[in-house]
């Protein structure tokens, strides 16, 4: 069955450094991969998608994440937080070989600290 | 069983046409979350109601609108629809106003296929 790890519930980043949200994956075929991110009092917002191709995938508001497929793993990244970046983020996956719903990891609270 | 129902589960019609998508929270949430997945974009959020009022708007289109009843099941209306709309459109539910994730019990959605 297709499943998503969120390891951390809570990340903690110095504003100005980079950071780095975790999230592995499950899948039976070939991955599609999501990052979402949740404002409070807000519904998800699409931050990027791998599907296929460069493992390095670029999204909204400077973040980007990379597909790596040896380790099952679809990082989320930023070079440099800004405090506005602190919310909760949700890796989700799909099965490209399956047409089930899109599965979402449990969430990564991330804080930046100013 | 999340305790959101949707229907219908699945819905064909035409480009052009009006449909109206049907939501009920679980018992006792107050939260109603509307959601387009498409295979391009994924999991779109479109819209929020809380009690009855608009809460959050996200990426939903002029074409679509959304209320929110008395009795708390929402409805969701697609008009002048396009090849494009076509997508599994999920309601979700929360007991507040706010909404994490995993707070959020989403029903198993209703597909839509405007041909």
């Known amino acids: 069955a297709q499943s998503v790890a969120q390891p951390e519930d809570q990340v903690n980043v110095a504003e100005g450094n980079p950071l780095t949200v975790k999230c592995t994956y499950s899948?039976?075929?070939?991955?599609?991969l999501f990052w979402y991110v949740q404002y409070p009092n807000r519904g998800l917002q699409f931050l990027l998608k791998?599907?296929?191709?460069?493992?390095l995938v670029k999204g909204s508001y400077g973040f980007e994440a990379e597909f790596n497929k040896s380790q099952t793993s679809f990082h989320l990244k930023k070079p440099s937080a800004l405090v506005s970046d602190s919310a909760l983020y949700f890796c989700?996956?799909?099965?490209?070989?399956?047409?089930?719903?899109?599965?979402f990891g449990k969430g990564t609270r991330l804080h930046i600290l100013p | 069983d999340s305790g959101v129902t949707q229907t219908p589960k699945h819905l064909i019609t035409a480009t052009g046409q009006r449909v109206t998508l049907r939501c009920s929270p679980r018992?006792?949430?107050?939260?109603v979350y509307w959601y387009q997945q498409s295979l391009d974009q994924g999991l779109q959020f479109l819209i929020q109601?809380?009690?009855?009022?608009?809460?959050a708007k996200g990426n939903i289109l002029e074409r679509f609108s959304a209320q929110q009843f008395p009795d708390l099941h929402s409805e969701l209306n697609l008009s002048s629809l396009e090849l494009g709309d076509s997508a599994l459109y999920f309601c979700?539910?929360?007991?507040?106003?706010?909404?994490?994730?995993?707070?959020?019990?989403f029903g198993p959605g209703t597909r839509l296929t405007v041909t």
């Open positions: 979700a539910s929360s007991v507040g106003a706010g909404g994490l994730l995993n707070e959020q019990y």
């Open positions: 899948v039976s075929g070939n991955p599609y």
């Open positions: 791998y599907i296929t191709g460069d493992n």
């Open positions: 989700a996956v799909r099965d490209m070989n399956r047409d089930d719903k899109i599965i």
């Open positions: 018992s006792g949430d107050l939260s």
């Open positions: 109601y809380y009690n009855g009022e608009e809460r």
